[in-house]
């Protein structure tokens, strides 16, 4: 499975940008895609998660700013931003599980600056 990630770039504070990722490759099931965020000098954190049957859940960071969701038939995942901060600057990567398998994306780095 592949995935390639797109979006993101430099924002202004309270910008509000989509990320997404497309998953290609030998897909036979997606389960749950999930969008993680490593700031400079950071863990990896994920960000959000949704099932595929559509369920989501956030870290407290992202609840309320963040949305998840995703294309099943298409095989995407999307972050969609709102009210971004300076401390949202990382690379997010992408992950989806398939087959108790775990997939990353490249990353796509989000800077939030003025």
């Known amino acids: 499975v592949q995935l390639q990630a797109s979006g993101g770039g430099l924002v202004q504070p309270g910008g509000s940008p989509g990320l997404s990722c497309a998953a290609s490759?030998?897909?036979?099931?997606?389960?749950?895609m999930r969008w993680y965020r490593q700031a400079p000098g950071k863990q990896r954190e994920m960000v959000a998660v949704i099932t595929r049957g559509g369920m989501t859940n956030y870290a407290d960071s992202a609840k309320g700013r963040f949305t998840i969701s995703r294309d099943n038939a298409k095989n995407t995942v999307y972050l969609q931003m709102n009210s971004l901060k300076p401390e949202d600057t990382a690379v997010y990567y992408c992950?989806?599980?398939?087959?108790?398998?775990?997939?990353w994306g490249q990353g796509t780095q989000v800077t939030v600056s003025s």
């Open positions: 992950n989806v599980e398939q087959l108790r398998l775990n997939y």
């Open positions: 490759g030998s897909i036979f099931s997606i389960s749950a």
